[in-house]
DNA sequence: AATATAATGACGCTGTGC
DNA sequence: GCACAGCGTCATTATATT
């Protein structure tokens, strides 16, 4: 099929091969196939120098080589596709699944596909006639336009927001520490720092979203990644950034990655029939006790070791896996408590403790998941391990700032930008608590944050190494019955400060260097 | 007793995959 | 066609504070 694709359409259009590949996937029920997962034990040692917690090489003895696409970056010729495609072929396997092998090319088209082409501002622009006045993103269209020269036209018209981008099957991103699928990518030139930047939000938006954030954002490639894979709950995410990929090292210790291994207890409650061995994502709000009160009273006339009728099993299990409840007694199902969310997403222990119950699931629920962003940000911990500049936006309860504490990577200077007052006493008290040595500065509104102030910052400590932050997901999620309006809604529209103030540090950095 | 803060419970719909 | 997942919002009620 991808030959005949390639046939159809010849070398040059990767694109159309993609899109005929997952039609052909989409017209067939193609059977599903694990990844393989290298073996391979070359010891690496890890620079892990003043840390309590010494990193058991041997428990990563992963052979983090990507040696087998070394090519990739170099290849240039317009007959890459067939290339790639055979390459893919090789990789997965002749017997492996269409998704596998389009996620592959896809990834590896994707480096390619981005740096060509349209100058940034064509892309990123489509309203150019008119003067925008009332939202954001037309603002920000407009300010690159003056600030930046103006070239030919492309010879490409990009739709409004009509390239859908693909989420892969696993969801994996660029490779988690077990499944080593790595891929060398070369980045957009615009993309490249400094600053490093890194870039979160829920990977389920309305359509759309990813594409404009990814044009936006140097039309870096979002990396989507499920957190699943590093703990024991679902958190499905993309990951724009310009980090290198390569020698990625995990935290440690290893979270618990099933139900089972982080709650022990709730197995002398769990019934067969329920098969759950990771939780879902986890959210700002919880079910109530009518909730679980209405699933004890539809088990009560069953005992622990007899099953349930389907109907009774279906509504439970239905329950369960909407509110991500637990087993804590006989035919007894609850929510976790704060302090069990706060160990599933990577935070130290009672983190959150002392603000409301309800502040703290909704704090955490908005957060980061530490093992994975740590997985991604550790490539810093070699470049940077006399200390780091960050600005981290939309800090929330600190996660940035754990992640790279816990990589062990110095902060020298932290400017922490969050709008909410018991959000910032969290992570200042968890600042004071660990004895950092750095200096925090705390902000509230990133929309107060101008180019003065940021000049400001990087006159005062040379500059900022890292931009960080997820910007609110509100008006994305899945959950939001009311207000699921797409990135230019209330809250989430707070991304084109992300973007605004990214892109005045590159420019204020160039200048400086 | 008035006011501030916290907890409770009800509320669809989009996108994807099989 | 159906299963499933999903960093949420709001009005109302309860509890805490002044």
């Known amino acids: 099929m991808v030959m005949k694709a390639i046939q159809e359409h010849g070398d040059e259009d990767a694109d159309s091969i993609l899109e005929t590949l997952l039609l052909y996937n989409a017209l067939e029920s193609s059977p599903p196939e694990l990844h393989s997962s290298l073996e391979q034990s070359s010891p690496q040692e890890q620079p892990s120098p003043q840390e309590q917690q010494q990193i058991d090489s041997d428990l990563f003895s992963l052979d983090y080589d990507g040696s087998f696409l070394d090519g990739f970056s170099d290849l240039d010729s317009s007959n890459d596709e067939g290339i790639i495609t055979s390459m893919a072929i090789e990789r997965c396997g002749i017997d492996s699944s269409l998704v596998d092998l389009t996620d592959f090319i896809s990834a590896a088209q994707i480096s390619k596909a981005e740096d060509a082409q349209l100058p940034l501002e064509e892309k990123r622009t489509h309203i150019r006639s008119d003067y925008p006045e009332k939202n954001k993103r037309k603002l920000c269209e407009y300010s690159m336009l003056k600030r930046k020269r103006m070239v030919g036209h492309g010879n490409r018209i990009i739709g409004e927001d009509d390239e859908a981008i693909h989420l892969p099957n696993p969801m994996i991103g660029f490779g988690t520490p077990a499944d080593l699928c790595q891929i060398h990518r070369s980045l957009p030139e615009a993309a490249t720092g400094p600053p490093y930047f890194y870039y979160e939000n829920v990977a389920l938006t309305p359509k759309g979203v990813w594409s404009t954030i990814s044009r936006f954002l140097y039309d870096v490639h979002p990396e989507f990644v499920d957190s699943k894979y590093f703990c024991a709950a679902a958190r499905k995410r993309g990951y724009v950034h310009n980090l290198p990929i390569k020698n990625r090292f995990p935290l440690v210790p290893l979270p618990p990655k099933t139900?089972?291994?982080?709650?022990?207890?709730?197995?002398?409650?769990?019934?067969?029939?329920?098969?759950?061995?990771?939780?879902?994502?986890?959210?700002?709000?919880?079910?109530?006790?009518?909730?679980?009160?209405?699933?004890?009273?539809?088990?009560?006339?069953?005992?622990?070791?007899?099953?349930?009728?389907?109907?009774?099993?279906?509504?439970?299990?239905?329950?369960?896996?909407?509110?991500?409840?637990?087993?804590?007694?006989?035919?007894?199902?609850?929510?976790?408590?704060?302090?069990?969310?706060?160990?599933?997403?990577?935070?130290?222990?009672?983190?959150?403790?002392?603000?409301?119950?309800?502040?703290?699931?909704?704090?955490?629920?908005?957060?980061?998941?530490?093992?994975?962003?740590?997985?991604?940000?550790?490539?810093?911990?070699?470049?940077?391990?006399?200390?780091?500049?960050?600005?981290?936006?939309?800090?929330?309860?600190?996660?940035?700032?754990?992640?790279?504490?816990?990589?062990?990577?110095?902060?020298?200077?932290?400017?922490?930008?969050?709008?909410?007052?018991?959000?910032?006493?969290?992570?200042?008290?968890?600042?004071?608590?660990?004895?950092?040595?750095?200096?925090?500065?705390?902000?509230?509104?990133?929309?107060?944050?101008?180019?003065?102030?940021?000049?400001?910052?990087?006159?005062?400590?040379?500059?900022?190494?890292?931009?960080?932050?997820?910007?609110?997901?509100?008006?994305?999620?899945?959950?939001?019955?009311?207000?699921?309006?797409?990135?230019?809604?209330?809250?989430?529209?707070?991304?084109?400060?992300?973007?605004?103030i990214l892109d005045l540090v590159k420019g204020i950095m160039a200048r400086y260097n």
């Open 259 to 500: 139900i089972f291994d982080a709650f022990p207890l709730t197995r002398r409650w769990w019934p067969t029939w329920d098969e759950r061995r990771k939780l879902n994502c986890l959210q700002t709000s919880i079910a109530t006790a009518k909730n679980t009160e209405r699933i004890m009273k539809a088990l009560k006339d069953y005992d622990e070791d007899e099953m349930p009728p389907e109907r009774v099993r279906r509504y439970v299990l239905h329950e369960c896996r909407r509110w991500n409840l637990v087993w804590v007694g006989k035919n007894k199902v609850a929510p976790l408590e704060p302090n069990e969310v706060e160990m599933l997403l990577g935070f130290p222990r009672d983190h959150t403790r002392g603000i409301s119950r309800k502040d703290r699931y909704k704090s955490l629920g908005n957060s980061f998941q530490i093992d994975t962003v740590a997985y991604h940000l550790s490539v810093l911990k070699e470049q940077f391990h006399n200390g780091i500049n960050v600005l981290s936006l939309f800090s929330g309860i600190g996660g940035a700032e754990i992640a790279l504490h816990r990589l062990g990577i110095p902060m020298k200077n932290v400017v922490s930008v969050e709008i909410s007052e018991v959000s910032r006493n969290v992570v200042r008290c968890w600042w004071e608590q660990t004895n950092q040595k750095g200096n925090l500065y705390h902000l509230a509104d990133v929309r107060e944050l101008n180019a003065d102030r940021l000049e400001h910052y990087i006159s005062s400590f040379g500059g900022f190494d890292l931009v960080v932050g997820g910007s609110p997901c509100n008006n994305l999620a899945g959950s939001n019955r009311l207000h699921r309006d797409g990135l230019e809604g209330k809250e989430s529209s707070l991304f084109y400060d992300y973007f605004r």
